[in-house]
């Protein structure tokens, strides 16, 4: 088998994997062009931030099994692309924490003393007392937004300066803060009170622009800022105007959204000190981070599960690549129902029947509740936290088994239910496409598609036609349809697929037609 090293890796991680027995080859700096190429053929692909994994390097591949990130953020993997494939991503959670928390405290400090300024100005044959006069971090508070691995340390840091520490992380308890003495309190409140502010949170949908205009405008005018995260967690534009108008004293910059930042603004202040991507850049997390995913890439070469896989939980690749499709159907299915049930619900049911019952389908679970639970939650709901999550917003979740199954080899079943009510969705894999066969007791014969919309409704006459009319008059290309099998007068579900998002006041108006129950949009 395999192994491409696309960026630089530290000695003792390549000697592992080279004393493993696999063709390792080292071939970093290609252009995605050059690695769509190079991917074919290719069991195992161990990166650190500089490859960028795209959709297209994972369509080419033809073998991978595994991407294995030497680092902790995996914003530079189509993590999404390479779990539909069935390609874990894993990365090393834990080998440079330290040092992204030390480095962090580094440029908190370097800021409050301005010790690259100074350094600069005495080099320059200056001796300017006065120009560079500091402030302490004793008595000060500082607000850590993200309280995972490296916001943690921080924080735990931060307290022997006598920091006070306040925190935001929709994950974290209140109880789990407090037992790291911080006080959890919104990200404006932080903006509103903190000395200094630290981010570190991944970044996604949610955390892109977390501090912005609006937040810097509630700033004090000496806060100061750090960045050691990721790029755009803190939107460019607005910092550099609000260090630059006075609105806040300061900041420290790490990442960039472009790397390098060429040209960038926020490399034209003084009062922004700023360093070249350095957070992980210690011996010791280099050779932490090299070793732990050499280790990782064997383990799931040789058949063995990952252990710090981002995507699922450890699978091994051929089961993997026989429980891909049913991951997928157990997300769209959950999410479904959980559309459906349009109430806020406290059981998620996965039922499985047939060969599938017989797999490993831990992967499977974790799919469906993902896929519920993003309806209530949001995209940041994950193959990591999904179950945390049900847990702390009181869900539970369970799973059935049976060995048979009666009309297909292999069907799944995730209900929904709450407040008196229950939604169950079923659907089966036909090869690696997916189809929901039955919703309750409506049965349908539905490949699901992008934007659908599942509306309850009489089976009688002149229902479909007006309900198709609105959307056509909306400019809504109507891709398929289906209705479930019943008798005329009972209720039923008909589902109808569209190529774009309905707007909120369109399914409004499919409510209007004589017969419609309700009209629901899910997007998958
Ligand atoms: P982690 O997964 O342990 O912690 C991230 C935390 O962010 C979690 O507690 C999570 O609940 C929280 N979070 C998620 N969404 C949030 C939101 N919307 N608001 C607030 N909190 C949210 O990760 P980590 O190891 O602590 O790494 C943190 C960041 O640092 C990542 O972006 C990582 O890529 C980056 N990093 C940078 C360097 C560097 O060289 N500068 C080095 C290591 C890590
Ligand atoms: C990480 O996410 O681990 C850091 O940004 C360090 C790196 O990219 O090497």
Known sequence: MKILVSDSLSQEGLAILKESGFDVIVDTGLSEDQLVEKIKGIDALVIRSGTQVTASVIEAADRLKIIGRAGVGVDNVDTEAATKKGIIVSNTPDGNTLSAAEHTCAMMMAMARNIPQACASLRSDKWERNKFMGVELSGKVLGVVGLGRIGAEVAKRAQAFNMTILGYDPFVSEERAKSMGIT???????????????????????????????MFSVMKPTARIINCARGGIIHEGDLFEAVNSGKIAGAAIDVFVEEPPTGSDLLKSDKIIVTPHLGASTVEAQV????????????????EGAKSAVNIPAVR?????????????AEVSGKIAATLIGTSYDKIEQAYYGEIAG???RTVTLAAIKGALQVAVGPGVNYVNAPGLAKSRGVEVSEKKSDTSDEYASVLTVTVSGGGK??????????NDIKIIQIDKSRVDVYPSAHMIFADHINKPNVIGPCCQILGENNINISGMQVGYVKIGDPTIMVISVDSDVPEAVLKRLTTVDGVLSAKIVAI
């Open 359 to 361: 797999k490993d389908v």
């Open 317 to 329: 690749p051929e089961l993997m690549e026989i429980i891909s499709p049913y991951v997928k159907l």
């Open 184 to 214: 959890l309190t919104t990200v404006e409140d932080i903006c509103r009170k903190a000395d200094f502010i630290t981010v570190h949170t991944p970044l996604t949908k949610e955390t892109k622009h977390i501090i912005n205009a609006d």
């Open 288 to 303: 932490n981070v090299a070793i732990d995913i050499a280790y990782e890439v064997i383990r799931v070469l040789n058949g």
């Open 422 to 431: 229950s939604v169950s969705v079923m659907g089966t894999a036909v090869g």
